[in-house]
């Protein structure tokens, strides 16, 4: 069997990367920085608005049905954001974060509004990041964060849900 460790590792978004602009791909999934080996990502704040809304969201399916709107989701948002906050989340000026704050605002308003499946039974994967073989042969793993698994009682399925 081959070795994980040494495989290639693909996801949705990173094989997107690639079929858009394989030097994309690169920088973003195989370039280290020479001097720490280490995979380099440049904060931008669409990335922190996705990031902060994401992590928002993404907390409820570890709280019963029952308990997830108890806190206002835009508390939970507000919280979220202090992570992305200034320099960190890539904003260039006040203006520009208090814009992309606002998006996300209004992303959150919108959930809130409009819950779904995020009141309804949800299942949590306990492994940090699900993965299998997609070709041992050529030692690639197809891997990727699952945002959302609705259960769904009637049928004992679960469905699959990206944000």
């Known amino acids: 069997m081959p070795d994980k460790f040494q495989a290639t590792w693909v996801s949705h978004t990173s094989l997107s990367d690639f ?3 394989p030097r994309a ?3 973003k999934n195989v370039y280290k920085n020479p001097d720490t080996n280490r995979k380099m990502q440049i904060m931008s704040p669409a990335l922190a608005l996705g990031q902060a809304v994401h992590d928002t969201v993404e907390r409820l399916s570890i709280l019963p049905v029952q308990q ?3 806190v206002p989701l835009l508390e939970k ?3 979220s954001w202090k992570k992305v906050s200034g ?6 000026s006040e203006s520009q974060e208090q814009t992309y704050q606002e998006r996300g605002e209004a992303m959150i308003r919108r959930v809130t509004g409009h819950p779904g499946p995020l009141k309804r039974k949800a299942v949590k994967i306990k492994e940090d990041l699900p993965w299998y073989w997609l070709s041992e042969e050529d030692e690639i793993i197809l891997c990727g964060k699952i945002d959302w698994l609705e ?3 009637e ?4 469905h699959i849900i990206d944000f």
Request: charged share 25%; net charge neutral.
């Open 151 to 153: 259960y769904l009682e």
């Open 87 to 92: 320099k960190k989340g890539g904003f260039t």
């Open 155 to 158: 049928t004992d399925n679960v």
């Open 77 to 79: 948002f507000e919280n």
């Open 68 to 70: 997830r709107f108890a």
């Open 25 to 27: 791909y690169f920088l």
């Open 19 to 21: 079929l858009h602009c």
